[in-house]
């Protein structure tokens, strides 16, 4: 597939469109799981999937957020390419944070064939992920 990168020239301050040919691949080609961001229009591809989902809620204004994303995306290109690994933005999809009943932020939720099987609340390391996701 093609892409098309974007360059800013600092001395003039133009953006060149440069053709680039990067190959893309999909989660099926590769061995770790691909990140999707979830909402309240698509999150029913956790809730009606077969097989494992780790799902982190998040908030672009929460700190502890922002300061841990890095691992959880660490922790999630680790996982198989079966595994489905997203986020949810509390902000834009209020309803799941209500149903899913999050009370602090960050919160990771592993389902397995759609039902919740372990809840992470805060900021935790890389090993508590792979920890909890090797017992559920």
Known sequence: ???????LDGSMG????KPAIVPVRSCKECSMAEMKDYSENNFHEVEWE????????????????RSS??????????????????????DTAPA???????WGLPTVIMFRDGQ???????VKSLSVYRNAFEKI
């Not at 077969?50 to 957020?65: D, K, L, N, T, Y």
């Not at 999630?76 to 509390?90: C, F, K, Q």
């Open 1 to 7: 597939k093609l892409m098309s990168t974007y360059l």
């Open 14 to 17: 133009v953006i060149h469109h």
């Open 50 to 65: 077969e097989g494992i989902s780790v799902v982190r809620f998040h908030a672009p204004w929460c700190p502890p957020c």
């Open 69 to 90: 994303s890095d691992v959880f995306e660490k922790f999630a290109e680790g996982l198989d390419a079966s595994v489905h690994a997203g986020r949810v933005n509390t």
């Open 96 to 102: 799941l944070a209500v149903r899913y009943e999050i």
């Open 116 to 122: 919740e099987v372990k809840r992470i609340n805060g």
